[in-house]
C-alpha cells in the first residue's frame, strides 16, 4: 500500500497509470463505447476514405469504416494480446527462474544455458522464426512472442531467488523443516514479486509493439479485424492523400505503450529505494 | 587486455552452439515431413525418399544434429526453398545493408543520446531535463514502422526533402560492390555526388531506427552523470580547479558513459527488431527484408539461417561491447 | 603577524527543505605562514564546510556566507572571487574515493598543472616525477602511467599529497588525511607530512579529530563545537591545559585518541535547531543562567590562546569532576 501511495505521488507514474486504467476501461466496454461497433467487420464503399469530421473523427479507412470505432476496438486485441502473451512468459519463467535459482546442480545450469541462448537472438526475430514455422497468424505470433519473453522472467526470478536463498529468514524456515516448495512459494516468490510485476509492465508495452509490428508486416492479425499494426500497413497505399487512416492507429499504439513504460518506470521506482531515495 | 578479449569471446561460444541446436531443433517442429516440403507439391514418394537420403534425414536424429551444426561451422546454411540459391550467399550480400543502416542508426543514438543525457543532468530538473525526460520516454513508446511512414509522409511526399525509399537514386549512376556499403564504396570510387545521396538516403531510416536507442541511452546516461556528479573525485576535482567544460564533457562523462556502453550492447536486440520494420517500410534491401520475405514465401531454411546470423552478429556486438567497457573503464580487465 | 590564511567572522548557513541549518558562525582563525595549524572537533561541527568555504566549493544550498577569508592579500570567500586554484593545495579525506577511477592517476594530477601551474607538459611531467620521489612512492616514473587502483591506500595518499604540492601553494588544506588509512600507514604518511611541512616550509590548515595526530604535527590548534571556535591557541597549551568546558571534557574522556564525546552527555545538537546563547550549554556542567542568553565571545586568555567561556576562570578554581 506504501507502494502504491508512492507510485501515485510521483505525477509521471499516475500518468502512466492513468493512461493503462483508461485503457482497459475502453477495451472492456469497447463494443459499447465504439460509435459504430458494427465497422468491425462492416464495409461501407460509398463512405471510403473520408478525412476526419463531426462524424468520423479520426476519418474512414479504404473499405469506409470508421476509424475511431476500429481504433476503440482494436484496444481489446492490443490489450489482450499482450496480457496473455506476459501472463504466459511469465507462466513458463518464473517457475523456471526459481527451480534454476534455488539449488545448483546440473539442472540449474542447463536452464540458464537455455535461457542464455533464447537471450541470444534479438525477439522479434526468433518470434518470426517460430510463428511461420508453426504457422502464420495471431494466436502463433502470440504463442510466439511468449516463447521468447519468458527468458527476461526466468533471469529476474533467478537472480532474486539466488539473492534471497542466503537470506537469513530463508535459513531459518528451513531450519525448523519447512518443505522447500512451501518456501519458494510463500516467501520467495512474494519477494520477488515486486521485480516480476515491473518486468511484466514494460513487458507490456513491448509486447503491444512487437505484436502491432507483425500485423504490419502481415504476420499477425488478419483482415478485416481492427488491429492497429494492420490498419497502419492498409493505410500505407493511400498515403498521402489519406493521412489520417495511417496517423490514428499509430498514435493509439504510443499513447498505450506509454502509458505502460511511465507505470513500469514508477513501479521501478517504487520497488528500489534507492532509487526513490535519489528521485529528488 | 588481449587476455581479457580472448577469455570474453570463449564465454560467448556455448551459447552460439546453443543457437545452432535451436535453430536444428526449430527446423524439425516444421510442420510436416522437411522432405515433402523440400521435395514440392507434385513430389512422388520416391523422390520425398530420395531427397530424405539426399539430406540425411533418415539419419538419427543425434547424428542429424551433428551434421547440421558442421554444416553450418562450415559455412553451409543450405539452400533457400524460395530461390534455390545458397542462403549464405543471399545473406552476404544482403548483409552490409542492415550493418551499414544499424551502425549509423547505432553511431546518431549514442552521439545524440549521450549529449542530450548530458545536457539534461547538468540541468537537473530544469526545463531541458523534462524536454529530455519526454524524448527518452516518448521514444520509447513510439512504433517504428509508424514513425517511419509518418517522416515518410512529410519529408518525402510532403516537402519532397529526401528519398521515399532504396539506398541511392538509380538514376545518377551504378557504384561497384566493393564492400557492399553504400557509405564506404560511392567514396571509394570517388563520386562524392553517389556519397551525399546515399547519405540523403539513409536519413529517415537510420534516425527512426536510432531513436529509440537513442531515447535509452539518454537515459542511462542521465542517470550515469547524475550518480557521478555526487562522487568524492568530482568534488575533488573542482576543489583542485579542473575546468567546468572538462570537468562535465570528459572527467564525469567518461564514468557515466560505462553503464550506458552496456546499454548499447542489449540494445541491438532492438535494433535489429527496429530493422525490420524500418527495412520494410523503406524498401531498404537488407536482411529484415529479406526475412520477411522469408516469412511471406514460407521459406524455413532462410528464416533460420537470418536468425542464426544475427544471433552470431549480436554475440560479436556484445564482445565488442565489453571490450569498449574495459578500454574506458580501466578496472573492468583487471578483475 | 605573516599570515597565511586569515578566516575572519565566518558563517555559513545550508537551506533545505525550508529549513535553514546554521553550519557555521563566527568562525575566526589564522594559519601563520610556515605552520601547521590543527582544526579538530567532532563529527557535524561543521569542519568539512569550513574546508568546503576555503577551496571554494559550497554546496549549492549554501546561502551567501557571511565574513572574510583572506588569502595573499584578497578576499577568497565571495561567490564571483577568482578562486585560488594552484595557490592552495588540498589533500583530501579518503584516498579511495577521490581519485577518479577511470583515468591514470598522473594525468588527474597533470591536468591540474596543465591549468595552474607555468611550463610545458613535458617540464610538467618531469616536476611531477620529482613529487613522486619526494612523496616516497616506489617507482615514480611508472607510477604516472598507472590507474588509482593499482595503487595501494597509502600509496593513493602519498599521490594526492603530491597533487597538493603540484603547483607550489602558499597553502595546504588537509582533510582527516589519515583517517580512511590502516595505523601503520596512518603513521608513516603522517610521519611524511611532517618532514614534509619542515623540509618545505608548508603553511598547512589539518583537520582531524584525532587529538594524537594533532599533537604530533600542529602547531597552532583551533577546537570547533557546533559551528563555531570553543578554543583556539598553541597546541602544547592546549593539550595540556584546556580552558573550555568543552575541551576539558575532550580531554579528560580521550586524553590522546579520537574525539568522541563518548563521557559527555547529550548529544551534539542538529544544525537546524542550534540552541540560544552558548552552543554548549545543554551539556555543559557549570552552565550558568546567562549562557543560556548570550553568546560568548573568544576571549584572550594566558599563553596565547582565546577561548569562548565567560566563566573559564572561575572553573579553574573549581576543578572540574
Given at each position: 500500500?506504501?507502494?502504491?501511495?508512492?507510485?501515485?505521488?510521483?505525477?509521471?507514474?499516475?500518468?502512466?497509470?492513468?493512461?493503462?486504467?483508461?485503457?482497459?476501461?475502453?477495451?472492456?466496454?469497447?463494443?459499447w463505447?465504439?460509435?459504430?461497433?458494427?465497422?468491425?467487420?462492416?464495409?461501407?464503399?460509398?463512405l471510403?476514405?473520408?478525412?476526419?469530421?463531426?462524424e468520423?473523427?479520426?476519418?474512414t479507412?479504404d473499405?469506409?469504416?470508421?476509424?475511431?470505432?476500429?481504433?476503440?476496438?482494436?484496444?481489446?486485441?492490443a490489450?489482450?494480446?499482450?496480457?496473455?502473451?506476459?501472463?504466459?512468459?511469465?507462466?513458463?519463467?518464473?517457475?523456471?527462474?526459481?527451480?534454476?535459482?534455488?539449488?545448483?546442480?546440473?539442472?540449474?545450469?542447463?536452464?540458464?544455458?537455455?535461457?542464455?541462448?533464447?537471450?541470444?537472438?534479438?525477439?522479434?526475430i526468433?518470434?518470426?522464426a517460430?510463428?511461420?514455422?508453426?504457422?502464420?497468424?495471431?494466436?502463433?505470433?502470440?504463442?510466439?512472442?511468449?516463447?521468447?519473453?519468458?527468458?527476461?522472467?526466468?533471469?529476474?526470478?533467478?537472480?532474486?531467488?539466488?539473492?534471497?536463498?542466503?537470506?537469513?529468514?530463508?535459513?531459518?524456515?528451513?531450519?525448523?523443516?519447512?518443505?522447500?516448495?512451501?518456501?519458494?512459494?510463500?516467501?520467495?516468490?512474494?519477494?520477488?514479486?515486486p521485480?516480476?510485476?515491473?518486468?511484466?509492465?514494460?513487458?507490456?508495452?513491448?509486447?503491444?509493439?512487437?505484436?502491432?509490428?507483425?500485423?504490419?508486416?502481415?504476420?499477425?492479425?488478419?483482415?478485416?479485424t481492427?488491429?492497429?499494426?494492420?490498419?497502419?500497413?492498409?493505410?500505407?497505399?493511400?498515403?498521402?492523400?489519406?493521412?489520417?487512416?495511417?496517423?490514428?492507429?499509430?498514435?493509439?499504439?504510443?499513447?498505450?505503450?506509454?502509458?505502460?513504460n511511465?507505470?513500469?518506470?514508477?513501479?521501478?521506482?517504487a520497488?528500489?529505494?534507492?532509487?526513490r531515495?535519489?528521485?529528488? | 587486455?588481449?587476455?581479457?578479449?580472448?577469455?570474453?569471446?570463449?564465454?560467448s561460444?556455448?551459447?552460439?552452439?546453443?543457437l545452432?541446436?535451436?535453430?536444428?531443433?526449430?527446423?524439425?517442429?516444421?510442420?510436416?515431413?522437411?522432405?515433402?516440403?523440400?521435395?514440392?507439391?507434385?513430389?512422388?514418394?520416391?523422390?520425398?525418399a530420395?531427397?530424405?537420403?539426399?539430406?540425411?534425414?533418415?539419419?538419427?536424429?543425434?547424428?542429424?544434429?551433428?551434421?547440421?551444426?558442421?554444416?553450418?561451422?562450415?559455412?553451409?546454411?543450405?539452400?533457400?526453398?524460395?530461390?534455390?540459391?545458397?542462403?549464405?550467399?543471399?545473406?552476404?550480400?544482403?548483409?552490409?545493408?542492415?550493418?551499414?543502416?544499424?551502425?549509423?542508426?547505432?553511431?546518431?543514438?549514442?552521439?545524440l543520446?549521450?549529449?542530450l543525457?548530458?545536457?539534461?543532468a547538468?540541468?537537473?530538473?530544469?526545463?531541458?531535463?523534462?524536454?529530455?525526460?519526454?524524448?527518452?520516454?516518448?521514444g520509447?513508446?513510439?512504433?517504428?514502422?509508424?514513425?517511419a511512414?509518418?517522416?515518410?509522409?512529410?519529408?518525402?511526399?510532403?516537402?519532397?526533402?529526401?528519398?521515399?525509399?532504396?539506398r541511392?537514386?538509380?538514376?545518377?549512376?551504378?557504384?561497384?560492390?566493393?564492400t557492399?556499403?553504400?557509405?564506404?564504396?560511392?567514396?571509394?570510387?570517388?563520386?562524392?555526388?553517389?556519397f551525399?545521396?546515399?547519405?540523403?538516403?539513409?536519413?529517415?531510416?537510420?534516425?527512426?531506427?536510432?531513436?529509440?536507442?537513442?531515447?535509452?541511452?539518454?537515459?542511462f546516461?542521465?542517470?550515469?552523470?547524475?550518480?557521478?556528479?555526487?562522487?568524492?573525485?568530482?568534488?575533488?576535482?573542482?576543489?583542485?580547479?579542473?575546468?567546468?567544460?572538462?570537468?562535465?564533457?570528459?572527467?564525469?562523462?567518461?564514468?557515466?558513459?560505462?553503464?550506458?556502453v552496456?546499454?548499447?550492447?542489449?540494445?541491438?536486440?532492438?535494433?535489429?527488431?527496429?530493422?525490420?520494420?524500418?527495412?520494410?517500410?523503406?524498401?531498404?534491401?537488407?536482411?529484415?527484408?529479406?526475412?520477411?520475405?522469408?516469412?511471406?514465401?514460407?521459406?524455413?531454411?532462410?528464416?533460420?539461417?537470418?536468425?542464426?546470423?544475427?544471433?552470431?552478429?549480436?554475440?560479436?556486438?556484445?564482445?565488442?561491447?565489453?571490450?569498449?567497457?574495459?578500454?574506458?573503464?580501466?578496472?573492468?580487465?583487471?578483475? | 603577524?605573516?599570515?597565511?590564511?586569515?578566516?575572519?567572522?565566518?558563517?555559513?548557513?545550508l537551506?533545505?527543505?525550508?529549513?535553514?541549518?546554521?553550519?557555521?558562525?563566527?568562525?575566526?582563525l589564522?594559519?601563520?605562514?610556515?605552520?601547521?595549524?590543527g582544526?579538530?572537533?567532532?563529527?557535524?561541527?561543521?569542519k568539512?564546510?569550513?574546508?568546503?568555504?576555503?577551496l571554494?566549493?559550497?554546496?549549492?544550498?549554501?546561502?551567501?556566507?557571511?565574513?572574510?577569508?583572506?588569502?595573499?592579500?584578497?578576499?577568497?570567500?565571495?561567490?564571483?572571487?577568482?578562486?585560488?586554484?594552484?595557490?592552495?593545495?588540498?589533500?583530501?579525506?579518503?584516498?579511495?574515493?577521490?581519485?577518479?577511477?577511470?583515468?591514470?592517476?598522473?594525468?588527474?594530477?597533470?591536468?591540474?598543472?596543465?591549468?595552474?601551474?607555468?611550463?610545458?607538459?613535458?617540464?610538467?611531467?618531469?616536476?611531477?616525477?620529482?613529487?613522486?620521489?619526494?612523496?616516497q612512492?616506489?617507482?615514480?616514473?611508472?607510477?604516472?602511467?598507472?590507474?588509482?587502483?593499482?595503487?595501494?591506500?597509502?600509496?593513493?595518499?602519498?599521490?594526492?599529497i603530491?597533487?597538493?604540492?603540484?603547483?607550489?601553494?602558499?597553502?595546504?588544506?588537509?582533510?582527516?588525511?589519515?583517517?580512511?588509512?590502516?595505523?601503520?600507514?596512518?603513521?608513516?604518511?603522517?610521519?611524511?607530512?611532517?618532514?614534509?611541512?619542515?623540509?618545505?616550509?608548508?603553511?598547512?590548515?589539518?583537520?582531524t579529530?584525532?587529538?594524537?595526530?594533532?599533537?604530533?604535527?600542529?602547531?597552532?590548534?583551533?577546537?570547533?563545537?557546533?559551528?563555531?571556535?570553543?578554543?583556539?591557541?598553541?597546541?602544547?597549551?592546549?593539550?595540556?591545559?584546556?580552558?573550555?568546558?568543552?575541551?576539558r571534557?575532550?580531554?579528560?574522556?580521550?586524553?590522546?585518541?579520537?574525539?568522541?564525546?563518548?563521557?559527555?552527555?547529550?548529544?551534539?545538537?542538529?544544525?537546524?535547531?542550534?540552541?540560544?546563547?552558548?552552543?554548549?550549554?545543554?551539556?555543559?556542567?557549570?552552565?550558568?543562567?546567562?549562557?543560556?542568553?548570550?553568546?560568548?565571545?573568544?576571549?584572550?586568555?594566558?599563553?596565547?590562546?582565546?577561548?569562548?567561556?565567560?566563566?573559564?576562570?572561575?572553573?579553574?578554581?573549581?576543578?572540574?569532576?
Amino acid at each position: 500500500m506504501t507502494a502504491l501511495r508512492h507510485l501515485l505521488r510521483d505525477p509521471v507514474a499516475a500518468l502512466g497509470l492513468l493512461i493503462v486504467v483508461f485503457a482497459l476501461f475502453v477495451a472492456i466496454f469497447a463494443p459499447w463505447i465504439a460509435p459504430r461497433p458494427e465497422d468491425a467487420f462492416e464495409s461501407n464503399i460509398m463512405l471510403r476514405l473520408q478525412p476526419p469530421s463531426a462524424e468520423f473523427p479520426f476519418g474512414t479507412d479504404d473499405l469506409g469504416r470508421d476509424i475511431f470505432s476500429r481504433v476503440i476496438l482494436g484496444t481489446r486485441s492490443a490489450l489482450v494480446v499482450a496480457v496473455s502473451v506476459v501472463l504466459a512468459a511469465i507462466v513458463i519463467g518464473v517457475p523456471i527462474g526459481l527451480a534454476a535459482g534455488w539449488r545448483d546442480g546440473w539442472l540449474s545450469e542447463v536452464l540458464m544455458r537455455v535461457t542464455d541462448v533464447f537471450l541470444a537472438v534479438p525477439q522479434l526475430i526468433l518470434a518470426l522464426a517460430l510463428g511461420q514455422l508453426l504457422a502464420p497468424g495471431l494466436t502463433t505470433a502470440m504463442v510466439a512472442l511468449a516463447l521468447t519473453y519468458w527468458p527476461f522472467f526466468a533471469r529476474t526470478v533467478f537472480a532474486e531467488t539466488r539473492r534471497l536463498r542466503g537470506a537469513l529468514f530463508v535459513d531459518a524456515l528451513a531450519g525448523i523443516g519447512a518443505h522447500p516448495m512451501r518456501i519458494l512459494l510463500l516467501h520467495v516468490l512474494p519477494n520477488a514479486a515486486p521485480a516480476v510485476l515491473v518486468r511484466a509492465t514494460i513487458g507490456m508495452g513491448f509486447t503491444i509493439l512487437t505484436a502491432a509490428l507483425l500485423g504490419f508486416l502481415g504476420v499477425g492479425a488478419a483482415p478485416p479485424t481492427p488491429d492497429w499494426g494492420l490498419a497502419v500497413a492498409e493505410a500505407r497505399q493511400h498515403l498521402p492523400d489519406a493521412w489520417w487512416y495511417a496517423t490514428f492507429p499509430g498514435l493509439a499504439i504510443m499513447l498505450l505503450v506509454l502509458g505502460f513504460n511511465l507505470l513500469g518506470d514508477g513501479l521501478r521506482d517504487a520497488a528500489d529505494p534507492r532509487l526513490r531515495r535519489s528521485r529528488k | 587486455m588481449a587476455l581479457y578479449i580472448l577469455r570474453r569471446i570463449a564465454l560467448s561460444i556455448p551459447a552460439l552452439l546453443g543457437l545452432i541446436l535451436l535453430t536444428f531443433v526449430l527446423s524439425r517442429v516444421v510442420p510436416g515431413d522437411p522432405a515433402a516440403t523440400l521435395a514440392g507439391d507434385s513430389a512422388t514418394p520416391a523422390q520425398i525418399a530420395q531427397i530424405r537420403a539426399q539430406y540425411g534425414l533418415d539419419r538419427p536424429i543425434l547424428e542429424q544434429a551433428v551434421i547440421h551444426v558442421r554444416q553450418v561451422l562450415s559455412g553451409d546454411l543450405g539452400n533457400s526453398i524460395f530461390s534455390g540459391r545458397p542462403v549464405a550467399e543471399e545473406i552476404w550480400q544482403r548483409l552490409p545493408a542492415t550493418l551499414e543502416l544499424t551502425f549509423v542508426a547505432l553511431f546518431l543514438a549514442t552521439l545524440l543520446g549521450i549529449g542530450l543525457g548530458l545536457v539534461a543532468a547538468l540541468d537537473h530538473n530544469g526545463p531541458l531535463d523534462h524536454l529530455v525526460r519526454l524524448v527518452s520516454v516518448g521514444g520509447l513508446a513510439i512504433a517504428s514502422f509508424w514513425l517511419a511512414i509518418m517522416l515518410q509522409l512529410q519529408f518525402s511526399m510532403e516537402w519532397n526533402l529526401l528519398p521515399l525509399r532504396g539506398r541511392l537514386d538509380v538514376a545518377l549512376g551504378q557504384v561497384p560492390r566493393l564492400t557492399g556499403f553504400m557509405l564506404v564504396d560511392t567514396l571509394a570510387i570517388g563520386r562524392f555526388d553517389l556519397f551525399l545521396d546515399a547519405l540523403r538516403h539513409l536519413a529517415l531510416p537510420a534516425f527512426t531506427l536510432a531513436l529509440p536507442g537513442l531515447a535509452t541511452i539518454a537515459r542511462f546516461t542521465r542517470s550515469g552523470v547524475l550518480e557521478v556528479l555526487q562522487k568524492d573525485y568530482v568534488l575533488y576535482a573542482r576543489a583542485a580547479g579542473y575546468g567546468r567544460f572538462r570537468l562535465a564533457a570528459i572527467y564525469v562523462l567518461r564514468n557515466a558513459v560505462t553503464v550506458t556502453v552496456t546499454q548499447v550492447g542489449l540494445l541491438f536486440g532492438a535494433l535489429v527488431s527496429g530493422a525490420v520494420a524500418v527495412e520494410a517500410v523503406f524498401d531498404w534491401p537488407g536482411l529484415g527484408t529479406y526475412a520477411v520475405q522469408a516469412i511471406l514465401s514460407a521459406d524455413y531454411k532462410a528464416l533460420l539461417a537470418v536468425t542464426l546470423v544475427i544471433g552470431v552478429v549480436y554475440a560479436v556486438v556484445n564482445v565488442a561491447v565489453d571490450v569498449a567497457q574495459a578500454i574506458i573503464d580501466p578496472r573492468v580487465a583487471d578483475q | 603577524m605573516d599570515a597565511a590564511l586569515v578566516i575572519e567572522d565566518l558563517a555559513v548557513q545550508l537551506r533545505g527543505r525550508g529549513e535553514v541549518a546554521d553550519i557555521l558562525d563566527g568562525i575566526t582563525l589564522t594559519v601563520p605562514r610556515g605552520s601547521v595549524t590543527g582544526v579538530v572537533g567532532e563529527s557535524g561541527c561543521g569542519k568539512s564546510t569550513l574546508l568546503r568555504a576555503i577551496l571554494g566549493i559550497l554546496p549549492g544550498r549554501a546561502t551567501t556566507p557571511r565574513g572574510r577569508i583572506l588569502f595573499e592579500g584578497r578576499d577568497i570567500l565571495p561567490a564571483r572571487a577568482a578562486k585560488p586554484h594552484g595557490r592552495i593545495g588540498f589533500v583530501p579525506q579518503d584516498p579511495y574515493l577521490s581519485l577518479n577511477p577511470v583515468f591514470r592517476a598522473g594525468d588527474q594530477i597533470l591536468e591540474i598543472m596543465r591549468r595552474h601551474a607555468p611550463g610545458t607538459r613535458a617540464e610538467h611531467r618531469a616536476k611531477l616525477v620529482e613529487l613522486f620521489r619526494a612523496v616516497q612512492l616506489p617507482d615514480p616514473e611508472a607510477a604516472l602511467r598507472k590507474y588509482p587502483h593499482q595503487f595501494s591506500g597509502g600509496q593513493r595518499q602519498r599521490l594526492l599529497i603530491a597533487a597538493a604540492l603540484c603547483c607550489d601553494p602558499a597553502l595546504i588544506v588537509a582533510d582527516e588525511p589519515t583517517t580512511a588509512l590502516d595505523v601503520t600507514t596512518q603513521r608513516e604518511v603522517l610521519g611524511l607530512l611532517r618532514e614534509l611541512v619542515r623540509a618545505r616550509g608548508l603553511s598547512m590548515l589539518f583537520v582531524t579529530h584525532d587529538f594524537g595526530v594533532l599533537a604530533s604535527l600542529c602547531d597552532e590548534v583551533s577546537v570547533l563545537y557546533a559551528g563555531r571556535v570553543a578554543e583556539s591557541g598553541p597546541t602544547r597549551a592546549v593539550l595540556d591545559t584546556p580552558t573550555h568546558p568543552y575541551t576539558r571534557m575532550l580531554l579528560a574522556c580521550h586524553p590522546d585518541r579520537a574525539v568522541e564525546l563518548l563521557g559527555i552527555p547529550g548529544a551534539v545538537p542538529p544544525a537546524t535547531a542550534q540552541p540560544a546563547g552558548c552552543r554548549f550549554h545543554p551539556r555543559c556542567p557549570v552552565a550558568q543562567p546567562d549562557c543560556r542568553q548570550d553568546v560568548p565571545p573568544l576571549l584572550p586568555w594566558s599563553g596565547g590562546r582565546a577561548v569562548a567561556c565567560p566563566h573559564a576562570a572561575r572553573m579553574e578554581a573549581h576543578a572540574l569532576a
